[in-house]
């Protein structure tokens, strides 16, 4: 069973602070990832892809993936009230091109 | 601007009607998704498809099947609906396997069993 494991949250974080994300995979064999970001109610919206060791920027984004240790991140600078939302860490497993889904963090930005 | 469309966006069926929903996408893409979405699992794939006729299996597929018989659409049908398929279903679709460069989601549809 491909895992993928996140801390459900909520994860409060004051407004211009740093929201940290953190999500880690059970298959060492895994090449492509992926954050998704869920407002309520709403249908996921890719925000970021990475596939090779080390940061990706994009913005106010930034991906950070660990291949030995298994985790990859994502960290929201100056965060926003709009960047409240539940934000979805999925895998792609090596050998499959279906990817897993973790079961997302609530990040909840206050003003 | 929609890519990906899908039909109904909320449904309240009794259980043991068939239900068919609906994915309609005008991006070309080659492989189609069906997920549901529940608290506590997550997103979870249902059935997918990498081109016209061609479907698989996903994870949670007992009590579903699909069809693709034009690219641009992608049905899921519930046979015969039970309380345990209320959720909220999401269709998404990539042009390369399995969102090798992610994913585009439908706006979902919001099914309720009674």
């Known amino acids: 069973q491909k895992e993928v494991e996140q801390n459900s949250g909520p994860l409060s974080v004051p407004e211009g602070a740093i929201a940290s994300l953190n999500c880690t995979y059970s298959d060492r064999g895994s090449q492509s990832f992926f954050w998704y970001r869920q407002y309520s109610g709403k249908s996921p919206e890719l925000i970021m892809s990475i596939y090779s060791n080390g940061d990706k920027e994009d913005g106010r984004f930034t991906a950070q993936l660990n291949k030995a240790s298994q985790y990859v991140s994502l960290l929201i600078r100056d965060s926003q009230p709009s960047d409240s939302a539940t934000y979805l860490c999925?895998?792609?497993?090596?050998?499959?091109?279906?990817?897993?889904f973790g079961r997302g963090t609530s990040l909840i930005v206050h003003p | 601007d929609a890519g990906i469309t899908q039909s109904p966006r909320h449904k309240v069926t009794e259980t043991g009607t068939p239900v068919t929903l609906r994915c309609h996408q005008t991006e070309n893409h080659r492989y189609m998704y069906w997920y549901r979405q529940d608290p506590g699992h997550g997103l979870r794939l249902i059935h997918y498809?990498?081109?016209?006729?061609?479907?698989d299996k996903g994870e949670v597929s007992d009590g579903y099947s699909v069809s693709r018989s034009k690219t641009e659409d992608f049905l899921l049908t519930l046979e015969s609906a039970t309380s345990s398929q209320t959720s909220v279903y999401f269709c998404a679709s990539s042009s390369l396997p399995g969102g090798s460069y992610g994913y585009t989601f439908g706006s979902g549809t919001r099914l309720t069993v009674v």
């Open positions: 498809s990498y081109g016209v006729k061609d479907t």
């Open positions: 999925a895998v792609n497993p090596g050998g499959s091109y279906i990817p897993t």
